[in-house]
Each structure stands twice: as structure tokens, then as C-alpha cells.
């Protein structure tokens, strides 16, 4: 999942990106509105949640909400903030946020707000994500397999081939090349190293126990997941 962070407090933004990144989640964070409108623009469609902070430079979280609401963007938006009097949460929830959270605040609570606005969005993902005999599980970061005979395997993941497996579970039986899993699965401006997503397969194809029938290599173009391999 691709989180947008907007956050001008250095250690604050670190923090809450470590602590997310944990959580599976891939973090873009940006130190000022303009900044992160131009992130929005640009990848529209790839951000599931934001969190923005309300005094920014450039625009502030609030005019953030409010250009999205203009687009017509239902992206699911947690504001942070300061401000604690009932008429400044009025006006941040007004003008688009979904939920408000303010400092100072527990990481704890931070992300049970984001769960929470998970399970109020009925485009982001339940708890758990099935495909074929594979079910991805939200809150144990594990990959469950089921065998012809009806039993179970509990397969740990790391957090990138939890997030590559998402990724194939969400596209199956489709070609996604290795732009469109790096988009995914790193952050804006990141610079892997070449082989990287190679890599990653190989590592996820031997928890998986797969001999490319499930993950598929599709020479010179990408890869395939298989719901029937």
C-alpha cells in the first residue's frame, strides 16, 4: 500500500515513516504542500492513504484537502496538527480530511486511525487478500498456503515480498514489468540497484516453494502471477 506523508517536523516525519514502513506500507514523504501536490499530480492513482500535516510551507494541509476534493478525489486523508480547538477540527474535517489526530500522539494510535480509515474506504483492502490457494494476511504480514488435502502452511514474509506478493495477488493472471513493480514497491526517487526486483522474485519464488509456475517470467517484458500455476 502507498502512503503520501506531509510533514515539515524532520524527526516527526522520520519517524512516522520508519514506524509506517514497518507496517508494510510504502511512504513518499515530502516537507512541504507544493511539493506534495506535485506528487499527487504526478502519481494520481498509485496513493491509497495520506497524511497531512496543517501548517505547511507552500500549501498547508488543508488546502492539500481542498484541491483534492475539487478533483473529486476520494483518497482517504488524516490530518495532524496542533490545533485542538473544536472549531479548527470543524474546519480541517470540512474541508476534506477524513479524520483528525492531534500532537502530540502515540504511533499506536496513529495507526489504528489509519486501519481505521482502511476499513471505512471500500477501495482499499480487507483484512486479508485470497488468490487461488494463497491468502495474504493484513495483520501477521504472512502468506497462508492451502494444499489439494485442505491443509495449511504459514509462509513469514519480509516486507518487500509481502508487498511483491500483494502486488502479483492484486494483478492476477496479468504482464507487469519491472517500472511498473519498482513504482510499487519503492519510493519516489528511490534508486535501487538494477537487479532488485529480479531479486526479489527469487526470494519470493523460494518461500513460495515455486518453480515459475505460480510467479512467471515473461523473457524481456515481465513477470505473470498465475492463479491457476
Keep these: 500500500m502507498r502512503l503520501l506523508l506531509v510533514e515539515d517536523e524532520a524527526d516527526l516525519g522520520a519517524a512516522i515513516k520508519q514506524v509506517l514502513n514497518h507496517q508494510t506500507y510504502v511512504v513518499d514523504w515530502v516537507l512541504d ?10 502519481h494520481w492513482n498509485e496513493y491509497t492513504l495520506a497524511i497531512f500535516d496543517w501548517m505547511l510551507p507552500g500549501l498547508s494541509g488543508v488546502e492539500l ?25 470543524i474546519q480541517g474535517l470540512d474541508s476534506g480530511a477524513d479524520d483528525y489526530l492531534v500532537k502530540p500522539f502515540q504511533m499506536a494510535e496513529l495507526l489504528a486511525r489509519l ?18 490457494n494463497l491468502t495474504l494476511n493484513y495483520g501477521t504480514h504472512a502468506v497462508v498456503r492451502q494444499n489439494a488435502k485442505g491443509d495449511c502452511q ?5 516486507i518487500k515480498e509481502f508487498q511483491l506478493l500483494e502486488y502479483f495477488m492484486k494483478h492476477p493472471n496479468q504482464i507487469v ?23 526479489q522474485v ?24 498465475n492463479l491457476d500455476g
Excluded at 475539487?70 to 480547538?85: C, F, G, I
Excluded at 481505521?116 to 482499499?124: G, M
Excluded at 526517487?189 to 531479486?199: F, R, T, Y
Design 154 to 158: 504459514v509462509i513469514p514474509l519480509t
Design 177 to 199: 514489468n519491472r517500472d511498473q513493480i519498482m513504482n510499487q514497491l519503492w519510493e519516489v526517487g528511490a534508486e535501487p540497484v538494477s537487479n532488485v526486483v529480479a531479486a
Design 33 to 42: 504542500g507544493k511539493q506534495a501536490w506535485n506528487y499527487l499530480e504526478t
Design 65 to 89: 484537502c481542498k484541491r483534492l476534493r475539487a478533483q473529486n478525489s476520494s483518497l482517504p486523508v488524516l490530518m495532524l496538527t496542533a490545533k485542538d480547538r473544536m472549531e479548527e477540527k
Design 115 to 132: 486501519r481505521a480509515l482502511r476499513r471505512r474506504s471500500p477501495q482499499l483492502q480487507p483484512p486479508q487478500l485470497q488468490a487461488g
Design 202 to 225: 527469487r526470494l519470493l519464488r523460494r518461500k513460495l516453494e515455486d518453480e515459475e509456475s505460480v510467479i512467471e517470467t515473461i523473457y524481456g517484458v515481465g513477470y505473470r502471477f
